[in-house]
Structures are given as structure tokens and as C-alpha cells.
Nanobody
Framework: QVQLVESGGGLVQAGGSLRLSCVAS????????MAWFRQAPGKEREFVAQ????????DYGDSVKGRFTISRDNAKNTVYLEMNSLKPEDTAAYYC??????????WGQGTQVTVSS
């Protein structure tokens, strides 16, 4: 079964950029769709972006469209989230997930992103 480890979070000023990475163990990574979610304290988990196993299809939450880009490198078992024009409201713990369609059944431990104003 696949295990996921996120990295790349940190503290950044508003308007800045960060790139998150999620490395998956196991040889079945390329069989899974991948996604990023986030959760801020006191708020529900929010969908950020997803990418199909082939990398040919992506989807984004309304709040990040035009600012975030999801990509994957199946040779490296890695999915990325490039985040630009960051806003304080982007502050959250970011989690990657593996699944099929919208059935996300593997989750990472999360990486914290904090955007200062």
C-alpha cells in the first residue's frame, strides 16, 4: 500500500510562493489520482487541487484557481503543489491524498503553511 510524506511547508510573506512536495512509497503510485487538501484551525477540510494518474487532467478549488498548480512526476513518485501569490487565508495544514476519482483512501501527515500579512 502507498504511504505519503509531505514536505515544503513553512512561513512566507503574503504575495510569496512555496512549493509543496508529496513523496509516495510503493510501485503503485502511478495508478492513483492524487490530491491536495488543506485544513485551517477551526475550519473544515478544504479541497485544493487534484491530478489524474496520467497527469493529463487537473482540477482546482475556487479559492486557489489561477494561483496554485498541481503536477506530478510518476518516475519520482512525487506530486507537487506550486503556490503563488499566497494570501494569509491560505494558512493551513496541507495534506496530500491518493485515491481513485474522489475516493481518497491514503493520506499524508501534513505540512504547515503559514502566510504572514
Amino acid at each position: 500500500q502507498v504511504q505519503l510524506v509531505e514536505s515544503g511547508g513553512g512561513l512566507v510573506q503574503a504575495g510569496g510562493s512555496l512549493r509543496l512536495s508529496c513523496v509516495a512509497s510503493g510501485r503503485t503510485f502511478m495508478n492513483y489520482d492524487m490530491a491536495w487538501f488543506r485544513q485551517a484551525p477551526g475550519k473544515e477540510r478544504e479541497f485544493v487541487a487534484q491530478i489524474a494518474w496520467s497527469g493529463k487532467s487537473t482540477d482546482y478549488g475556487d479559492s486557489v484557481k489561477g494561483r496554485f498548480t498541481i503536477s506530478r512526476d510518476n518516475a519520482k513518485n512525487t506530486v507537487y503543489l506550486e503556490m503563488n501569490s499566497l494570501k494569509p487565508e491560505d494558512t493551513a495544514a496541507y495534506y496530500c491524498a491518493a485515491g481513485l476519482g474522489t475516493n481518497w483512501f491514503r493520506w499524508g501527515q501534513g505540512t504547515q503553511v503559514t502566510v504572514s500579512s
